[in-house]
Nanobody, 133 residues
Framework: QLQLVESGGGLVQPGGSLRLSCAASKFTKNYGYIGWFRQVPGRDREGVSCISRSDDKRYYGDSVKGRFTISTDNTKNTVYLEMDSLNSDDTGVYFC??????????????????????????WGKGALVIVSS
């Protein structure tokens, strides 16, 4: 089973930047997509970003578009989330996730629904990001 371990979370001031990393235990030939979602207590899960490995196409949630960048380093089995211009609404626990090939990166738009949450094949334990002055 694919195992994902996030790192890089922490406290950052509004307007600042942070980079999250996600190390995957292995990349299987059937693993076509990888991305991030976040969770804040009291709020719906929110899809953040996703990348398709076959064509390198990238997807972003509306609230992070233009500020966050997803990238991968396949030699290191790692996916990154570069977060810029952070604000308090970005506070939350960020999870690295691999969706099934059936739902692919659609989970970014529909992460609040259980159908897509349970369509994830694997996710990590999360990295806490706090944006505060």
């Amino acid at each position: 089973q694919l195992q994902l371990v996030e790192s890089g979370g922490g406290l950052v001031q509004p307007g600042g930047s942070l980079r999250l990393s996600c190390a995957a235990s292995k990349f299987t030939k059937n693993y076509g997509y990888i991305g991030w979602f976040r969770q804040v207590p009291g709020r719906d899960r929110e899809g953040v970003s996703c990348i398709s490995r076959s064509d390198d196409k990238r997807y972003y949630g509306d609230s992070v578009k233009g500020r966050f960048t997803i990238s991968t380093d396949n030699t290191k089995n790692t996916v990154y989330l570069e977060m810029d211009s952070l604000n308090s609404d970005d506070t939350g626990v960020y999870f690295c996730a691999v969706p099934s090939n059936l739902i692919g990166c659609e989970f970014v738009r529909h992460m609040a629904t259980d159908e897509y949450y349970y369509g994830l094949e694997s996710w990590g334990k999360g990295a806490l990001v706090i944006v505060s002055s």
